[in-house]
């Protein structure tokens, strides 16, 4: 069956076993390429806007690495890219629930909250890792001008409200850019619901020195989420 424009088209790399990624647990670690930001500090920029140039992982070697080793993992780790902004995302949890029977937990910038709440609502992931990026205000900048304030502030209330209502499903963190000052960073914690902490990651430079410069030429126009 061809799965062109399906998702799995998206399903673009594989960590066989993280010991980080999904803390407390081992878990491997799925990419599934594109994103809808353009953060130009994006440590992962091929696989978010050139996935065309990494390697396909099929459907059948998903499975096969799945059926070999679920029995030695404690879960599956699915990021990008963005995960919410690949279509057919479902399926492709779906199919790794059915496969794996493991708890899967998810990365997400957290700017396509539907998508969110329709996977919780089918029970298609168990854990989700929102990234904060920082106050509202910085949102286009942090996004390459991707997201304007508002929208940022309307996505993230949200998810906030899903994460009050679904305490045990949700963790957030923010990487610490080299925008963000130490204000930020509180400006940030003060948005999570009562009970929540912000994990604060250190920020990893690109791999590439024009990577920013890359990023700005790629940025999709006309396309701010307002
Ligand atoms: S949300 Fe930003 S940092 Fe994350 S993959 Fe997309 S462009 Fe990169």
Known sequence: MSNISSGWTHLRGIEPLSLCDWPGRTSCV?????????????????????????????????TTFLRDRARWLDGVTITGGEPTAVPG????????????????????????????EDILR??????????????????????????????????LERVFALAEANPQAFY????????LTDEDVETAKGYLP????????????????????DNEARRPVGNMVD
């Not at 949890?93 to 998810?106: A, C, D, N, T, W």
């Not at 957030?172 to 925008?179: D, N, S």
Request: glycine residues 6%; neutral net charge; contains cysteine.
């Open 172 to 179: 957030f963190r923010l990487t610490k850019v080299p925008i």
């Open 89 to 116: 995302l479902g399926e492709i949890l779906h199919e790794i629930r059915r496969i794996s029977g493991l708890p899967i937990k998810m990365d997400s910038n957290g700017m396509l909250p539907d998508v969110l």
């Open 122 to 155: 089918q029970k298609l992931a168990d854990v989700f890792a929102i990234d904060v990026k920082g106050p509202y205000e910085k949102y286009p900048a942090l996004t390459g001008r991707a997201v304007t304030a508002e929208a940022a502030r309307r996505n």
């Open 30 to 62: 799925f990419f599934l390429g594109g994103c809808n930001l353009s953060c130009p500090t994006c440590h992962n920029f091929d696989m978010a806007w050139n996935m065309e140039n990494l390697p396909l992982l099929s459907r059948r070697d998903m």
């Open 194 to 213: 009562d009970g929540f902490e912000l994990t604060i990651q250190n920020y990893i430079p690109p791999r590439r020195e024009h990577a920013h410069a």
